[in-house]
């Protein structure tokens, strides 16, 4: 009969769970460093990081950095990976209790205009990665689109939405208007970061609603 934990030694039972607890700190431990980094590759972006930067911010040595992300390039992915996940959990996923179509849009940009404003004192992974790696291959370049077409499908899904409720006229190209939403974002985020505009993002918003104006159904 096998035997039970509560039947071993007390030292094996101890030794069981300092096993069991291990692989949960581990992951803890992974989780606090990918936050530590995505803090200062907002402000130095991600060619900013380093494993000996990230070890003294955490107060851990290069080699316990190393355990958990086997190389710089290992850590900048993660990073991208963990603000693609930030920005969907702070950006789509409060638009879906929206209703479908033209308010569930306006929700969404709604919730990327207040994600861009947050990020005027740090910066937008997405577009400072695209100005850091749009010409040189990788695999970190390779995260950074994959990411970026992913949240720019779901844009147009949004649009689509909008269209199929009758919002927005039927001959309305879904990649056209989320190409210029998405424009009316970048141009927040430089009048806003850059020039420092105080009246930017109410210009990003008007821009919005003539935008809708002219697709409307």
Not at 70 to 97: M, N, T
Not at 140 to 158: E, G, M, P, S, Y
Not at 173 to 188: M, N, S
Request: proline content about 4%; glycine content about 6%.
């Amino acid at each position: 009969m096998a035997e039970t934990l509560a039947a071993r030694p007390a030292s094996a039972r101890t030794r069981a769970r300092s096993a069991a607890r291990a692989p949960h700190k581990g992951q803890q431990t992974k989780a606090a460093i990918i936050d530590v980094a995505l803090g200062l590759a907002a402000h130095v972006g991600l060619e900013g990081l380093s494993i000996g930067a990230i070890a003294e911010l955490m107060g851990m040595s290069k080699s316990g950095v190393f355990a958990h992300f086997g190389s710089r390039e290992e850590l900048q992915i993660a990073v991208v990976r963990e603000y693609h996940a930030r920005f969907e959990r702070d950006v789509f996923r409060p638009a879906l209790s929206a209703p479908r179509g033209l308010p569930r849009l306006r929700a969404l940009f709604d919730h990327w205009m207040r994600q861009t404003s947050l990020e005027i004192d740090s910066g937008c992974i997405y577009i400072s990665g695209a100005v850091e790696f749009d010409d040189r291959p990788g695999a970190v370049r390779d995260a950074l689109v994959d990411t970026v077409n992913t949240w720019q499908a779901a844009v147009r899904k949004a649009v689509q939405l909008a269209i199929d409720e009758g919002h927005l006229r039927a001959d309305a190209d879904p990649a056209q208007v989320a190409f210029e939403i998405h424009g009316l974002i970048l141009a927040l985020h430089y009048e806003a970061r850059f020039l420092r505009h105080p009246d930017s993002l109410q210009r990003a918003r008007t821009g919005f609603d003539n935008l809708i104006a002219r697709y409307q159904a």
